[in-house]
């Protein structure tokens, strides 16, 4: 905070804090060092507009750096397609709809019909566990828990938003791998007639344990945007319903979670957004085995991102085209993911806008 | 106009005449959790069906359902499910908190195993499976490198940015930049690392190599800034619009034009914000792995020039070192998780103390 | 339907902040009485405790007798549910729920209270917005969103909510405070024609208010600030306007202090 305002704050009324290299700028009455230039205030006929100045000048850059965002986005989508064309074109079955990847070999042969089926199943899975989960802590930290005990917690799970992936991903294989590997074990021998538990082993990396550490994952992420919207829920509208005779779990339910609701699927899309994305801790965590099973609990599973990270190593020309291609896939759809929630919070706050 | 209808209407009126209720006593809660507790052990036992963390589960499932029963015969239904979505709301919370404690906890006992002088101080060059030693320090100038990199270029573009945002921006184009920004900010970093590696990799950099891609610390740092650019931008925006605007009215009634305005003024107004949220998005880069393994490739050695040659990062050292077969990289892949997460933390803890003492948000 | 009040040496505490401090008075079936004074006297204070509202505040507590026809409403074994049901509550400002229709606001209380059929929750929706005065200009679009309405509108469509679940007693903070004159009369109105079936306590700023529409009218005030408010004089309305006991409340009400 060394250079904090302080100085500056003062300059628009006048004050010493920018007479230093400038004195012309200051623009607080002093007069001009040489009595040779116009007083600062002008005289005689007013200056014409500049055609270039300093100002056009830097609002051109703001602006070429404002668009650099739409550049990038841009780029992306084009380079990666650039990349890819190649791959796709080399390319000996549908991509589409095989399952396997073999894009290395002579006669290349890849497809992400398996990966972004896992992709896809990991973080829906995900999902359903973390979502209850999130919404009642979200809800304890706004709404039950002391301040005393709230603010520190809610700060905590600020913390836990930003432990690296990696860190997630390589609990997950040393230490979550065991009680998950035990649970699907007992999950087979109980309730095999159902087909997400069934098979005959091995267990362990298996979807399971990549969705369950996915769900800790986006937890803080979802808690956080979800007990702030819970947080902005109008007093007077939790009174009103309080005042009607209302439990503190109807007054939730008839103020809280209305008025939350879009907040909440916005944060739940975030979160999906972030569990399509997940690369290391899935490459860390899923069996590696391309195919298409609802299997939840037998090693296998795999998902866009780690097919990425697990082969990129060993991946030729083509092989690398292949996984760019998958790239753009995945790009594909974390963009729409991302679009929606955006489109949603837009709508929310346009709507709140409009009520105040 | 006195049609009170309701007063008619059979279990309408729901006013009532007496207002004293019953709770529901601890005894009797306590009752119910034993018993719970009784039952799920005797079936699990009985029936051999597990061991005792299915006990404690399927008790705590009972003595749920127990409580709702016996609370909506005490206290009725409405006080009941009051009483049961509260302690569904607190089992939340003990069920979250028990992984994350865990991890907590594992980062911090596997972590300090290897947490010497020689890990700091030492490269895995020459480190074969069976040696134990080998520290992560060609990695940790790699992440300062990137990192430091990937901020010289995201933070001035990202300001700027945010500037044209809140300054300059009207209309559908700035509409159009703000959305796409918020969009940005989920972009997955491997499609970052894969953006990075189509365009730099493979594209500009056989340029200065003799026609072959080249792996660096540099492209590292670009993938990385694509990934912070988003979060400054964000973060800056909100800053800057909560400068009051009779600042810069009085700027501007004093003849200073606006970009000195903006320069002199608004951003040194702003400035603990900005730096606030450039702190988080550092602390987001420098845990990246994905873009970091695809376009600088990882190194054992170390390689104190960015723009030639593979690097490493401490991420991505986690990650190699996890994926190694020697017995004694678990303990360097702990030890290099908690270094990274330490980092994390700080500037993550920094950015937050900064944050809660900023006039402006306050 | 209506019940006697009867507050005896209530005093609240915010924390360590003592609010009011032994407030006595009674308040009759079917009236209404009027609670007059500076700000930050404790009229609020002292109206929210009477149907328990200011424990959603952290740190409030209360000492003192409050009854509603001989039952202590602090008695530790009353449900605060049930205390709130029988005595309503309007706000100062006009507070439907934004994510319901006008419709759905007025029966919030009756869906609570576990009334499911439709014609019910239909005739009791129509009955309340007629008795708020409100149904004639919104019988055509009670689909729409109640935050929709204008502010006067809106207000009434909260009194409706209210009386909908066919409370007791009717609180009424400050509720014309953020409207204009013409819905201000509008509301006066209505607490003439509800005056028959509840009793109301109203706290307002407005001496003309308090003097046209009150049966009685209790004056609080604060020696300083930060001291806990007082009853300083509570008595028949037409006797405290024109010819108040007290010193303070002279001045007060000629305009003299506060």
Not at chain 1, 50 to 62: K, P, Q, V
Not at chain 1, 215 to 236: C, G, K, N, Y
Not at chain 2, 29 to 46: D, E, K, P
Request: charged fraction near 15%.
């Amino acid at each position: 905070m060394g250079d904090n305002p302080s100085g500056s704050t003062n300059a628009p009324a006048g004050g010493p804090g920018v007479t230093g290299r400038h004195a012309r700028a200051a623009g607080n009455g002093v007069s001009p060092s040489s009595y040779d230039e116009p007083p600062i205030g002008g005289g005689g006929a007013l200056p014409k507009k500049a055609r270039f100045s300093m100002e056009t000048g830097f609002r051109g850059l703001s602006t070429s750096a404002g668009a650099m965002v739409l550049v990038i986005i841009v780029a992306i989508a084009i380079f990666l397609i650039a990349k890819a064309v190649p791959a796709l074109r080399a390319n000996t079955v549908n991509f589409f709809s095989y399952e396997q990847w073999f894009p290395n070999d002579a006669q290349p042969k890849f497809g992400i019909a398996a990966i972004a089926f896992g992709t896809v199943l990991s973080s829906v899975i995900a999902l359903i566990v973390a979502v209850p989960i999130a919404l009642g802590i979200a809800l304890f930290l706004s709404h039950y828990a002391p301040k005393r005990l709230a603010n520190p917690l809610g700060f905590s799970i600020d913390l836990l938003a930003a432990v690296p992936s990696v860190v997630f991903g390589l609990w997950g294989r040393d230490v979550f791998a065991q009680p998950v590997q035990d649970f699907s074990i007992w999950l087979n021998k109980y309730f095999s007639w159902i087909p997400l538990f069934g098979g005959d082993g091995p267990f362990g990396r298996s979807i399971m344990l990549g969705s369950l550490v996915l769900a800790i994952m986006v937890l803080p992420i979802i808690i956080s945007l979800s007990r702030e919207v819970f947080q902005q829920t109008p007093t007077a509208n939790e009174e009103a319903a309080l005042a009607l005779g209302a439990t503190k779990w109807e007054m939730i339910r008839t103020a809280v979670l209305p008025y939350g609701k879009p907040g909440v699927i916005a944060a739940v899309m975030l979160g999906l957004g972030r569990a399509l994305g997940e690369t290391i801790a899935l490459a860390m965590t899923l069996g590696t085995v391309f195919n298409i099973s609802f299997n939840l609990i037998q090693t296998g599973g795999n998902s866009i991102a780690a097919n990425i990270a697990n082969t990129f190593g060993e991946a030729n020309d083509t092989g690398r085209g292949a996984l760019i291609a998958s790239g753009l896939v995945l790009f594909a759809i974390t963009l729409v993911v991302n679009m929606a929630a955006r489109a949603i919070i837009y709508r929310r706050r346009e709507f709140r806008d409009a009520a105040a | 106009m006195s049609t009170m209808t309701q007063s008619d209407l059979p279990g309408v009126g729901m006013t009532p005449g007496n207002i004293r209720s019953k709770k529901l006593p601890l005894a009797m809660n306590l009752a119910v959790a034993v018993v719970a507790f009784g039952l799920a052990a005797a079936i699990v036992y009985g029936f051999g069906i597990g061991n005792w963390v299915l006990v404690v589960v399927l008790g705590w499932v009972l003595y749920l359902v127990g409580l709702l029963i016996a609370a909506s015969r005490v206290e009725g239904r409405r006080a009941a499910r009051n009483r049961a979505w509260r302690s569904l709301i607190y089992s939340a919370c003990i069920l979250a908190i028990l992984p994350l404690a865990s991890v907590v906890w594992t980062l911090i006992s596997k972590g300090v195993q290897r947490l010497d002088g020689d890990f700091f101080n030492s490269s895995m060059n020459n480190i074969g499976a069976r040696d134990p030693g080998g520290g992560a320090y060609h990695a940790i100038i790699g992440t300062i490198q990137q990192v430091g990199i990937a901020t010289i270029i995201a933070v001035p573009l990202g300001v700027l940015g945010a500037i044209y945002l809140v300054e300059y921006g009207r209309g559908r184009f700035a509409n159009t930049v703000r959305f796409f920004v918020d969009v940005m900010t989920g972009i997955p970093s491997i499609v970052a690392g894969l953006f990075i590696l189509s365009f730099w990799v493979l594209i500009v950099s056989p340029w200065f190599n003799n026609g072959e891609p080249r792996f660096s610390g540099f492209a590292a740092a670009l993938a990385l800034s694509v990934l912070m650019l988003p979060t400054i931008v964000r973060s800056t925006e909100e800053m800057l619009r909560l400068v009051p605007g009779p600042l810069r009215e009085g700027a501007y009634a004093l003849g200073v034009p606006q970009w000195k305005t903006i320069l002199k003024i608004v951003v040194p107004t702003a400035l603990p914000g900005i730096v606030t949220g450039v702190m988080l998005a550092i602390a987001r880069a420098a845990g990246e792995t994905a873009p970091v393994l695809l376009v600088a490739g990882g190194a054992a050695a170390i390689n104190f020039d960015p723009f030639n040659g593979n690097q490493s990062s401490l991420a991505l050292f986690v990650y190699q070192q996890a994926g190694d077969a020697s017995k004694y990289a678990p303990a360097r892949a702990w030890t290099a998780a908690l270094t990274l997460v330490a980092i994390v933390l700080i500037l993550t803890i920094a950015a937050k103390m900064l944050a809660r003492r900023n006039s402006l948000t306050r | 339907m209506a019940k006697r009040i009867e507050a005896s040496n209530v005093t609240s505490y915010y924390g360590s902040f003592k609010a009011i401090d032994s407030i006595s008075m009674t308040v009759e079936p079917k009236s209404i009485t009027a609670l007059i004074g500076p700000s930050g006297c404790g009229k609020s204070t002292f109206l929210r405790s009477i149907n328990r509202m200011h424990e959603v505040l952290p740190g409030a507590r209360i000492e003192g007798r409050l009854t509603i026809d001989d039952q202590n409403i602090y008695d530790a074994d009353v449900d605060v549910t049930a205390v709130r049901r029988m005595i309503g509550m309007v706000f100062q400002r006009p507070n439907p729920f934004p994510t319901m229709s006008i419709y759905e606001n007025v029966v919030a209380g009756l869906k609570l209270n576990g009334v499911k059929k439709k014609s019910h929750l239909d005739d009791a929706a129509e009955a309340s917005l007629r008795s708020a005065n409100l149904w004639e200009e919104v019988k055509d679009r009670l689909g729409r969103p109640g935050a929709g309405l204008s502010g006067g509108q809106q207000q009434r469509l909260c009194i409706a909510r209210t009386i909908a679940v066919e409370p007791q007693v009717v609180l009424m903070d400050e509720p014309c405070s953020a409207l204009d004159p013409i819905s201000t009369l509008a509301i006066e109105d209505l607490m003439f024609k509800l005056k028959d079936r509840f009793t109301i306590i109203i706290v307002t700023h407005n001496m003309q208010q308090a003097a046209r529409v009150s049966d009685k009218t209790g004056f609080f005030s604060i020696d300083k600030t930060g001291d806990p408010g007082r009853l300083i004089e509570y008595d028949d309305t037409q006797k405290i306007f024109s010819n108040p006991t007290q010193k303070k409340t002279e001045d007060y009400i000629t305009g003299r202090f506060g």
